[in-house]
């Protein structure tokens, strides 16, 4: 775990092995897998054993850092880097477990619940660099200071992942305003909520459907839904193509050096979290929501020129101008991605608000692995 820290690696072994660049390459590549296979399914799976097997995942990958890092006695090398691949592969298929099936979930039910979804994925990643600031600023001149970092961070991270099987497991599917939204779905035609029906206490809702058994209730099947929504599509991915470019390969190795030293990348990295999350409040003020579809391919269009401004300001500019161009990544990429979200599953039924919830989630991990990939082309010249 302490060679894998981009501050405190060697240059040789950071040249080498580029964590910050082939971490989230992995991890996105078996995410990437996985969910392409959930969501040609999603209408025949058990949503509720796909959320539980992906937070049992993310707990167990947090507790196997812990194991390797006791194993290696916190000791780097090829053999450790190649164990932190394979968690990472385990966690990219768990983040396809639940992140797929939580937006299917909350996008059949009011717009409120997939801008709080969404705006809690960036609220961990806020928290994370809020711990990772606090536990280098607590160990940073003792010995070992990194590893014992790394070791408390990923310990409060699987108490928070054990938390949130326990959540979803016992609270949320009693919650009334679930049950009356997933038995909508129910009544629908939808087949992936009936298990989470039964953990509420709802058992016979089909009731109706046993009167006529040849009733079918019509629902547009994928490709329909796809074509339907190809702008949306298209924005969620270019959205995360553009954002992955820079963040975190880019911010991480080639941002450049300045008087915050080791703490520079970690600076801007949490200022691109902090905004992110910010922006996704943001469309909270209905006037201040982009709702036109060409007004959105517009805006995320114009995004690409965060490539050139990041390219000259590493070359020019200094470390204030660089701090302020990665906030405005963050709060652009947080205000556009819930304006998409909250959009496209207007006027769908249940079924196809989940089939359409999964889709998206499928084009922005799609759009990171595409982001990540290029990102390689900013050591295009390098020694």
């Known amino acids: 775990m302490e060679n894998l820290d981009h501050e405190n690696v060697a240059p040789g072994r950071l040249e080498k092995y580029h964590s910050s660049r082939v971490l989230p390459l992995v991890y996105q590549l078996f995410a990437l897998g996985t969910l392409t296979i959930l969501a040609y399914y999603e209408a025949k799976i058990n949503t509720r054993r796909r959320n539980l097997l992906g937070y049992m995942l993310l707990f167990l990958g947090s507790v196997m850092v812990l194991v390797l890092d006791l194993a290696t006695s916190g000791k780097g090398g090829l ?62 001149n003792s010995q070992d200071g990194l590893r014992k970092g790394a070791i408390l961070f ?27 939204y997933r038995s909508k779905a129910a009544s629908e035609g939808s087949k992936t909520v009936s298990a989470d029906l039964a953990a509420g206490g709802i058992q016979n809702l089909s009731e109706g459907d046993e009167e006529d058994p040849n009733r079918v209730v019509e629902r547009l099947s994928s490709k329909q839904l796809l074509s339907q929504n190809i702008d949306y599509i ?110 496209a599953p207007k006027g769908y039924k249940g079924p196809e608000q989940n089939a359409l919830g999964n889709l998206l989630v499928l084009f922005l991990i799609g759009g990171i692995f595409a982001g990540v990939t290029l990102d390689w082309l900013w050591l295009i010249g390098k020694a």
């Open 234 to 343: 298209l924005d969620i991915f270019l959205i995360y193509v553009q954002t992955s470019l820079i963040f975190p390969g880019f911010l991480s190795e080639d941002a450049g050096s300045h008087s915050l030293g080791s703490w520079y990348a970690l600076v801007l990295i949490t200022m691109y979290n902090v905004w992110d999350f910010i922006g996704r409040y943001i469309p909270v003020l209905k006037f201040l929501k982009l709702k036109s579809r060409k007004r959105l391919v517009i805006a995320i269009q114009s995004r690409l020129l965060f490539v050139p401004a990041f390219y000259f300001t590493a070359k020019h500019g200094d470390q204030g101008w660089m701090i302020m161009l990665t906030s405005f990544l963050g709060l652009t990429n947080g205000y556009l991605t819930v304006c998409v979200f909250t959009s």
């Open 154 to 180: 990923f310990a409060i991270s699987a108490i928070f992942e054990l938390l949130c099987v326990i959540l979803y497991a016992f609270t949320f599917p009693r919650l009334p305003i679930v049950k009356y």
């Open 79 to 140: 053999g450790t880097f190649i164990g932190i691949c394979g968690i990472s592969c385990a966690f990219g298929v768990a983040n396809a477990q639940v992140q797929g099936g939580m937006v299917g979930d909350v996008s059949f039910m009011t717009t409120e619940f997939i801008q709080s979804f969404l705006a809690g994925l960036a609220a961990s990643g806020a928290v994370t660099s809020g711990l990772r600031l606090i536990t280098k600023a607590a160990f940073e």
